[in-house]
């Protein structure tokens, strides 16, 4: 990644010098590098806000009731973890997190789900079911309050930060069932390909 970024910016400057634009250039360097840090300084409000309500949540047994509300869904999903793993409350944890737009928020949380689910893996050199379906899920990322990009735009002075949060919860919605779908599919595949060999 670091790479593609010192591309972009020696590919700018180039052009901007053959094109008799490096003022230019040099300018919305320096505008975009102040640009970011407001909005870095801006998402530590909204991100230390849903953070610590989620701790509160985590502290106060809302997680626990989240995943005994979604047990049934959970069961479905992840019919390999057994129903007292700590994993599915993180799982649960998680989805929270990726709901409220917490995304850098969820990464930690899906580092620890990741490692439980390892634990109860009986190939460690080869993911389970159960870790290929998280994996899809926390990549299609669920939302429905986008906090961090409604933060986002705030910062970049938005008149109407919020009218982002349907068409959201759409997109989000198609590209989360979508990966359960394509997770399953590819579960039976593999079974069957499986049983053939």
């Known amino acids: 990644m670091n790479y593609i970024f010192y591309f972009l910016i020696i ?18 360097i320096m505008s975009g590098a102040d640009l970011s840090v407001k909005i870095a300084l801006s998402l530590i409000g909204i991100m230390a806000f849903w953070l610590g309500i989620m701790r509160i949540a985590e502290k106060a047994g809302l997680v626990q009731f989240i995943a005994k509300l979604i047990k049934p869904i ?3 999903l992840f019919n390999e973890i057994p129903e007292e793993s700590p994993a599915i409350g993180n799982i649960a944890l998680s989805f929270s997190a990726n ?3 917490l995304t850098n928020a969820a990464t930690p ?5 990741m490692q439980e689910l390892q634990e109860e893996n009986d190939k460690k050199d080869t993911a389970s079911n159960a870790m290929c379906m998280f994996l899809a899920m926390n990549t299609a990322g669920f939302q429905i309050i986008p906090a961090t990009v409604i933060a986002i735009l705030v910062a970049v ?4 930060p919020t009218e982002i949060i349907i068409p959201t919860m759409i997109v989000t919605s198609i590209a989360f069932i979508s990966a359960i779908l394509m997770a399953k599919f590819f579960q039976v595949l593999w079974k069957k390909g499986g049983n053939n060999d």
């Not at 052009?15 to 919305?28: E, L, P, R």
């Not at 949380?109 to 789900?113: D, F, K």
């Not at 002075?157 to 109407?160: A, F, R």
């Open 11 to 28: 590919f700018s400057l180039i052009f901007g010098i053959i094109n008799g634009k490096t003022q230019d250039v040099v300018n919305a």
């Open 74 to 76: 959970t069961k479905w």
């Open 99 to 101: 709901a409220l737009g």
């Open 109 to 113: 949380i899906g580092l620890r789900v």
């Open 157 to 160: 002075g938005s008149k109407n």
